[in-house]
């Protein structure tokens, strides 16, 4: 059977995985992502949705998350093989946030993510979401990027409150964007 392009990528970001990594699987045309870790063997531990907690229109739109088309109000820990969950997204390895945080051993890091399996947790799109799961495996301390990333897509202005909370990791993300150039201004140790 012959391979796609984007199988082949992702065969060739595998074999440069190494347990603790954090793999990031872009959906929508890069619109969020999903996050897992990569604990050897082929497999990734991930956030996801818990098929018996599918969930209702009058559910909280912030708890709320869809995939393939069904709602959910409920993550559940999997460990799951590294294609299944790729599907057809070009996945990467993504250990970005080290630049801020030290990750921890990979034993600890791995030994994080399996103690989670099978354990139901409860999701928020902004604050506890599959890459929230995921740098906390790593890090011990869990971060979503994708919080601050569609909050400036929907939102230009922020409040310094706002700017402190985020800027531990932001940072790097805000300079791009031309609207807040006047962001050093408020870094101040």
């Not at 990569?38 to 739109?61: C, I, K």
């Amino acid at each position: 059977m012959t391979q796609t392009p984007i199988q082949r990528h992702n065969q060739t970001v595998l074999a440069s995985l190494e347990k603790g990594d954090l793999v990031e699987f872009p959906r929508f045309k890069g619109i969020y992502s999903h996050w897992a870790v990569y604990v050897g063997d082929n497999n990734v531990v991930h956030l996801t949705g818990d098929p018996n907690a599918q969930s209702s229109v009058n559910a909280n739109p912030s708890h709320v998350f869809y995939i393939c088309g069904v709602m959910y109000s409920k993550a559940k820990v999997q460990l799951d093989n590294f294609f299944a969950v790729a599907a057809k997204s070009k996945a990467r390895k993504n250990n970005n946030k080290d630049i801020i945080f030290s990750p921890d051993d990979t034993g600890s890091i791995v030994q994080r993510a399996l103690n989670k399996i099978g354990d139901d947790i409860g999701y928020h799109i902004l604050w506890k979401n599959c890459e929230y799961f995921a740098s906390w495996c790593r890090y011990g301390e869990g971060w979503s990027n994708q919080r601050g990333s569609l909050y400036l897509k929907y939102r230009r202005r922020f409040s310094y409150l706002e700017l402190k909370i985020n800027i531990k990791y932001k940072i790097y993300s805000y300079l791009k964007y031309e609207e807040i150039s006047y962001l050093p201004f408020y870094i101040k140790n």
